[in-house]
């Protein structure tokens, strides 16, 4: 295992403007950010307690090294058990929304517990803490590559302080605990902006929360990040490029809509357009585009905000769901009258987005002469490839999958680098119906079946696209059995 870097305290990294970069036979390399005085490498020697060689780094490249140290290091959430009953009368009030985690020198235990968890996640690319308050405990689970384990469990008498501290961080109302809410809390983690979203529920045993990280450095992803096949993107592309329609993207909760989408308004924000967004809620703030996000409670639904902003000289127009009969005829009138128009839909592939919009009640010729593509996409966990094992595939996974038996498919290992799971980090899969005039007459015809037929005849479905990904030995045959909603692959 590779020997941990010797480590400063964050902040006097940050303030005296000082690195730990690498670590030599017998001395430590250390970045002094431009301007700084080297008086400060005295302590810095005596600290780490070893010869240092210096380098001399520009203010820029010396702020991403900060980040890229402190983000990444070890912050275990393991402050949990160091708490006593005495110290959980230690709640301390009025900390900032933004302070920076790495920053923080209150040993409050409740604080060091929520900041704990918090970096843990982010380290370790966990999507959602989940804290749940039961009789015998509370319960913190983190979902990981999109699966949910059990990380920690603490006494129960905490549940109401670790609740009401998140809840001052998110600045809800912590006398409320009747009714559910919802809040953010912006955070930075050794320099990386993190946006934390915070869910609350009341339940039997005390209020549940679920804490949503997003990375802000997510909204800059770019179209080719996302992984999606050559010729898919290049129809997804195609229809970017399109004056007006409207451009869906459909898939289950935490499929990676929105960020497809996002990846797709970065590809049109140069500038010359005016895009205009409605969203529930606006989950990354992005330069140059107008960002609006629903508010029930004021009566502003997907339905009138998309009113609103088509009066603000939009050419792109991103509405975060299309949910109801409303919405979908504003979208389409939009499309119609020279916007372009992106949106999801919960459906369970691409041909059924369009079957999913007719059964609101939008008229076939319509969406025919509107849509310009649909994209279906789910998300599978990636094979570790230090330590994935080849495995003849069995009767049942072959006849699954749609190959021989015998053929060669992989299978988890565990290893230090996956933290014994198999798997690391996760890849979209992805299915596009183009909508072309052959698709159009299937679209009137409200034939789903011929629709897909000619629309996959020469891109893979998502079944085909996640067998292939299996055969590559890039995922498991379970993950594409779950994306083809366990039916048989046809060969």
């Given at each position: 295992?590779?020997?941990?870097?010797?480590?400063?305290?964050?902040?006097?990294?940050?303030?005296?403007?000082?690195?730990?970069?690498?670590?030599?036979?017998?001395?430590?390399?250390?970045?002094?950010?431009?301007?700084?005085?080297?008086?400060?490498?005295?302590?810095?020697?005596?600290?780490?307690?070893?010869?240092?060689?210096?380098?001399?780094?520009?203010?820029?490249?010396?702020?991403?090294?900060?980040?890229?140290?402190?983000?990444?290091?070890?912050?275990?959430?393991?402050?949990?058990?160091?708490?006593?009953?005495?110290?959980?009368?230690?709640?301390?009030?009025?900390?900032?929304?933004?302070?920076?985690?790495?920053?923080?020198?209150?040993?409050?235990?409740?604080?060091?517990?929520?900041?704990?968890?918090?970096?843990?996640?982010?380290?370790?690319?966990?999507?959602?803490?989940?804290?749940?308050?039961?009789?015998?405990?509370?319960?913190?689970?983190?979902r990981e590559d999109g699966a949910l384990a059990e990380r920690h469990r603490l006494p129960a008498n905490v549940?109401?302080?670790?609740?009401?501290?998140?809840?001052?961080?998110?600045?809800?109302?912590?006398?409320?605990?009747?009714?559910?809410?919802?809040?953010?809390?912006?955070?930075?983690?050794?320099?990386?902006?993190?946006?934390?979203?915070?869910?609350?529920?009341?339940?039997?045993?005390?209020?549940?929360?679920?804490?949503?990280?997003?990375?802000?450095?997510?909204?800059?992803?770019?179209?080719?990040?996302?992984?999606?096949?050559?010729?898919?993107?290049?129809?997804?592309?195609?229809?970017?490029?399109?004056?007006?329609?409207?451009?869906?993207?459909?898939?289950?909760?935490?499929?990676?809509?929105?960020?497809?989408?996002?990846?797709?308004?970065?590809?049109?924000?140069?500038?010359?357009?005016?895009?205009?967004?409605?969203e529930d809620p606006v989950e990354y703030a992005v330069e140059g585009v107008g960002q609006t996000q629903v508010?029930?409670?004021?009566?502003?639904?997907?339905?009138?905000?998309?009113?609103?902003?088509?009066?603000?000289?939009?050419?792109?127009?991103?509405?975060?769901?299309?949910?109801?009969?409303?919405?979908?005829?504003?979208?389409?009138?939009?499309?119609?009258?020279?916007?372009?128009?992106?949106?999801?839909?919960?459906?369970?592939?691409?041909?059924?987005?369009?079957?999913?919009?007719?059964?609101?009640?939008?008229?076939?010729?319509?969406?025919?002469?509107?849509l310009r593509a649909v994209v279906a996409q789910r998300l599978v966990r990636r094979l570790c490839p230090s330590?994935?094992?080849?495995?003849?595939?069995?009767?049942?996974?072959?006849?699954?999958?749609?190959?021989?038996?015998?053929?060669?498919?992989?299978?988890?290992?565990?290893?230090?680098?996956?933290?014994?799971?198999?798997?690391?980090?996760?890849?979209?899969?992805?299915?596009?119906?183009?909508?072309?005039?052959?698709?159009?007459?299937?679209?009137?015809?409200?034939?789903?079946?011929?629709?897909?037929?000619?629309?996959?005849?020469?891109?893979?479905?998502?079944?085909?696209?996640?067998?292939?990904?299996?055969?590559?030995?890039?995922?498991?045959?379970?993950?594409?059995?779950?994306?083809?909603?366990?039916?048989?692959?046809?060969?």
């Amino acid at each position: 295992m590779t020997e941990l870097l010797p480590t400063l305290p964050y902040g006097f990294a940050k303030r005296f403007g000082v690195v730990v970069i690498d670590r030599g036979e017998d001395k430590v390399q250390v970045g002094l950010r431009a301007g700084e005085d080297p008086r400060v490498l005295a302590e810095v020697r005596r600290v780490l307690g070893a010869p240092l060689t210096v380098a001399v780094v520009e203010p820029a490249r010396f702020d991403r090294l900060l980040s890229d140290r402190y983000a990444t290091s070890g912050l275990a959430a393991d402050a949990a058990a160091s708490i006593g009953g005495d110290e959980l009368g230690l709640l301390v009030d009025g900390i900032p929304s933004a302070e920076d985690l790495l920053d923080t020198q209150d040993d409050a235990p409740i604080i060091r517990l929520i900041n704990g968890l918090i970096a843990e996640a982010a380290r370790q690319g966990v999507s959602d803490i989940h804290i749940e308050p039961y009789e015998t405990g509370l319960v913190v689970r983190m979902r990981e590559d999109g699966a949910l384990a059990e990380r920690h469990r603490l006494p129960a008498n905490v549940a109401s302080m670790v609740v009401s501290r998140i809840k001052v961080m998110a600045r809800l109302d912590i006398a409320e605990r009747r009714v559910p809410q919802d809040g953010r809390i912006g955070l930075t983690l050794g320099g990386k902006s993190l946006d934390v979203r915070v869910s609350t529920l009341p339940s039997r045993a005390g209020e549940r929360v679920v804490m949503r990280l997003l990375d802000k450095d997510n909204a800059g992803i770019d179209l080719d990040a996302l992984g999606m096949p050559a010729t898919i993107n290049r129809h997804f592309r195609a229809a970017l490029a399109e004056p007006n329609g409207i451009v869906l993207v459909t898939g289950p909760t935490g499929s990676g809509k929105t960020t497809t989408l996002y990846a797709g308004l970065r590809l049109l924000n140069d500038g010359s357009r005016n895009i205009l967004t409605v969203e529930d809620p606006v989950e990354y703030a992005v330069e140059g585009v107008g960002q609006t996000q629903v508010n029930p409670k004021v009566g502003l639904s997907f339905a009138a905000g998309l009113r609103a902003i088509l009066r603000q000289d939009p050419d792109v127009v991103m509405v975060g769901e299309i949910r109801d009969r409303e919405t979908a005829e504003i979208a389409i009138q939009a499309s119609l009258t020279g916007h372009l128009v992106l949106s999801t839909v919960h459906t369970n592939d691409a041909p059924g987005a369009i079957t999913r919009l007719r059964d609101m009640g939008i008229e076939p010729f319509l969406l025919a002469s509107t849509l310009r593509a649909v994209v279906a996409q789910r998300l599978v966990r990636r094979l570790c490839p230090s330590c994935r094992v080849a495995v003849p595939a069995d009767a049942a996974v072959a006849a699954l999958l749609g190959v021989k038996e015998g053929t060669t498919v992989y299978r988890p290992g565990g290893c230090s680098e996956c933290g014994g799971t198999g798997f690391k980090g996760r890849m979209g899969v992805f299915e596009v119906v183009r909508v072309t005039d052959e698709i159009r007459k299937y679209v009137l015809a409200g034939d789903e079946a011929g629709m897909a037929a000619a629309a996959f005849r020469e891109n893979p479905a998502l079944e085909g696209a996640a067998r292939q990904l299996v055969l590559e030995g890039l995922t498991v045959a379970e993950e594409a059995i779950r994306v083809s909603r366990g039916q048989a692959v046809d060969a």
